[in-house]
């Protein structure tokens, strides 16, 4: 893993602004994409550019089960708002949490992952180690899989919601095999809040307790951190 220490988290989404526009320049094609706060400052400044997207894709990681485009706090709404709607690509994908047949959207998802082979993968990190919602426990060699969200994964996104209980408990979300996939993975993290799990991804055994580490068995994984999430490094 490349470590590359940045001073705040707008310098983080500028570095990776920098690298994605570097593999434009080469004639990449798909973006994997996270949403959370930690790309934000990187999705300012793809939307700030004069970039032009309009011949990628773009495959995300997650979204809520039970949550579509109208709810706010849906994947798909976030991606749209502060993204997609200011820069169109080509095709977008979210996993479709309103899905009738959710084992189904899986097997969808993962075809269309097959058919689109990620360039560049942007991942943040929760607290817990997780990447996408692949929560501590999570089968480092699962495919798209609707997993149950872990009382931390809920306490943390709760800040989007009214109330706690309105934060959906399942998820679908790319597994660790498909984000694997991914040619080049550049993961961010900024604040002391992910000190613990960058440790355990970087310096921690590879193991399904911080799924994160899995990443150490990847040969081309960047990752941008501020001093404090660096700390325990
Ligand atoms: C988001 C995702 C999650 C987040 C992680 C960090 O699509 O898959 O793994 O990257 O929960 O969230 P933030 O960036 O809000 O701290």
């Keep these: ?28 094609q798909t973006l994997g994409l996270a949403t959370g706060s930690t ?49 169109p690509f080509k095709e977008t994908f979210v996993p479709n949490g309103k899905a009738e047949n959710l084992e189904a959207e899986c097997q969808r998802y993962d075809a269309i992952i097959d058919a689109h082979p990620v360039d560049i993968q942007i991942l943040g990190i929760g607290r817990n180690g997780h990447i996408g919602f692949n929560e501590p426990g999570a089968d480092l060699n699962g495919t798209t899989a609707v997993v149950n969200l872990t009382e931390s994964t809920i306490e943390a996104n709760k800040r989007f919601f009214d109330k706690v209980e309105d934060v959906p408990t399942k998820a679908i979300s790319m597994g660790i095999a498909s984000i694997m996939k991914g040619k080049q993975i550049i993961l961010m993290a900024f604040g002391e809040d992910k000190a613990e799990a960058i440790y355990g991804m970087v310096k921690g055994p590879v193991t399904n307790h911080v799924p994160a580490s899995a990443l150490q068995n990847h040969d081309d994984v960047i990752v941008i951190v501020d001093d404090a999430a660096a700390a325990k490094l």
């Design 1 to 28: 893993m490349e470590i590359i220490r940045v001073k705040d988290a707008q310098a983080g989404g500028e570095k990776a602004f920098e690298l994605i526009k570097a593999g434009m320049d080469k004639g990449i």
């Design 39 to 87: 790309p934000i400052p990187l999705y300012r400044q793809m939307t700030g550019s004069d970039l032009d997207f309009s011949n990628m894709t773009s495959i995300n990681l997650d979204e809520y089960v039970g949550l579509g485009v109208e709810d706010e706090q849906s994947y798909r709404h976030f991606m749209n708002d502060n993204l997609f709607d200011q820069k």
